[in-house]
């Protein structure tokens, strides 16, 4: 899977090969979306089941990486830090021991919880993890066509309902695995967005688009996604809404414009709102003509001080020009924000 326990290194391969996935019946079926959720046939165990926090968290740090052995030294690493006890290696042994006997009780060393050279792994064909079923569908989705690709990405976003590992508020490790997560979420929403979008589900593009706005403001991605497909569901008021709260963001925390291809869709959806018969486009249709005629006046003055500065006035009436078309651009967004 993608998500990796940042510096963990894989140790020793255990005994023999790993069963090849889907030969046996998962033993453990497991949600870390959210908070964690362990089921043993029809058996929820909980923390106190598995023995308490330090259990938890080597199961979690072992799910995290679900088929690949961790070394006992790199758990030690991620339970303590620097701060370490005194025989921290038996004291780890001790807590798998007890995690051993929780999720495969009677079963010994042959159950999903392996031992390797100097590390322990789970079995993947043993474990069933919903982090696991949303990777596989994020990665099936990205090299599918929009119609194959747009329900997987919807089920997949189902499982993403919440942030990864929960219950872990104080841990480094699953900080840095809750960002990693929240990215890969962001990825399926904007390629279930564009996928919305080319399948002609325009409601849903824009909706999804939001979603991804609102923990992400300065995604120019999702701003392209929501104003495109507003554009095209014929909503260009809604589009222009759009467009100026993402000029406004990237000009506030950027300094810059959002990119050609937005504002080329700002320019045909303020012609065809300026080309209704209601009352706002009569006035945005008027605006539109003031602004060009403001903009050639410019544009006219800006010759005449190239060709002839010895004119007087030229430099008060470029002034005037320019002061003139920021009174006309401020106008239109007002205008646009009072609908």
């Known amino acids: 899977m993608a998500a990796v326990v940042p510096g963990t290194a894989a140790v020793g391969t255990a005994s023999g090969s790993a069963p090849q996935e889907g030969l046996r019946q998962p033993a453990l079926s497991v949600e870390i979306i959210g908070g964690l959720v362990v089921r043993r046939g029809d058996t929820v165990l909980t923390a106190h089941d598995l023995g308490g926090p330090k259990s938890r968290q080597i199961l979690e740090i072992l799910l995290l990486q679900l088929g690949t052995p961790v070394s006992k030294n790199r758990l030690i690493e991620l339970l303590w830090g620097n701060a370490a006890p005194k025989g921290a290696v038996p004291t780890l042994e001790s807590y ?26 789970l079995d993947r064909a043993m ?33 993403a309902g919440a942030p990864l590992l929960g219950d872990e508020l104080l841990s480094d490790w699953a900080e840095n695995e809750r960002t990693f997560h929240a990215s890969r979420v962001t990825a399926a929403r904007l390629l279930a967005a564009e996928s919305a979008a080319r399948l002609g589900r325009l409601d849903e593009a824009a909706a999804l688009a939001q979603v991804v706005l609102a923990g992400e403001p300065l995604n120019e991605s999702a701003w392209s996604i929501l104003i495109l497909a507003l554009e095209e569901a014929g909503r260009p008021v809604e589009g222009l809404q759009a467009y100026e709260r993402c000029r406004r963001a990237m000009a506030a925390e950027l300094g810059c414009a959002p990119g050609p291809g937005l504002q080329q869709a700002q320019e045909r959806m303020l012609l065809a709102t300026a080309g209704s018969e209601d009352e706002f486009g009569q006035v945005l249709g ?39 078309g920021n009174i006309v651009q401020r106008y239109l967004r007002l205008a646009l924000a009072a609908v």
């Open 127 to 159: 474990v069933d993890l919903d982090l696991d079923r949303f990777e596989a569908l994020l990665r099936k989705a990205e090299q599918a066509a929009p119609a194959e690709a747009y329900p997987l990405l919807r089920r997949a976003l189902d499982m």
């Open 286 to 324: 008027a605006l539109l003509d003031l602004h060009r005629h403001v903009a050639g006046g410019r544009s006219r003055s800006a010759g005449t001080l190239r060709t002839g500065p010895g004119r007087s006035g030229g430099p008060a009436e470029s002034a005037g020009l320019a002061e003139a």
């Open 96 to 121: 798998v021991s007890v995690l051993r006997r929780s999720l495969q009780p009677g079963l010994g060393k042959s159950g999903p919880l392996k031992t390797t050279t100097g590390g322990y792994w």
